[in-house]
């Protein structure tokens, strides 16, 4: 089992920065997967970026390449999204996910088995 809490959310104007966290707690080690997705308001949830086991290699949804940045720190169990740039259209909650089953990043969501209970992202124009 893996508990995971994200943080970090809020109201910013276009042009603005955030940094949301997530706290995973329960599984030890670090040996996973992990992900950011997110839900838009009468939208299907969709993938935004992934993060392997060790934070080497990570991956990002076309939408927000060169903006967002995934990071993880393993010794705080803590996963990261630092946007930046953010648009009206970056709207919507976001969750971060672990796919505990494999280490290796992965952008499909069936792959992840736990999620967190999302954040809000509100930007303005």
């Known amino acids: 089992q893996v508990q995971l809490v994200e943080s970090g959310g809020g109201l910013v104007q276009a042009g603005g920065s955030l940094r949301l966290a997530c706290a995973a707690s329960g599984r030890t080690g670090n040996s996973y997967a992990m992900g950011w997705f997110r839900q838009a308001p009468g939208k299907e949830r969709e993938f935004v970026a992934t993060i392997n086991w060790s934070g080497g290699t990570t991956y990002y949804a076309d939408s927000v390449k060169g903006r967002f940045t995934i990071s993880r720190d393993n010794a705080k169990n803590t996963m990261y999204l630092r946007m930046n740039s953010l648009k009206p259209e970056d709207t919507a909650v976001y969750y971060c996910?672990?796919?505990?089953?494999?280490?290796?990043?992965?952008?499909?969501?069936?792959?992840?088995?736990?999620w967190g209970q999302g954040t809000q992202v509100t930007v303005s124009s």
């Open positions: 996910a672990a796919a505990v089953r494999r280490g290796i990043a992965t952008i499909l969501e069936y792959e992840y088995d736990y």
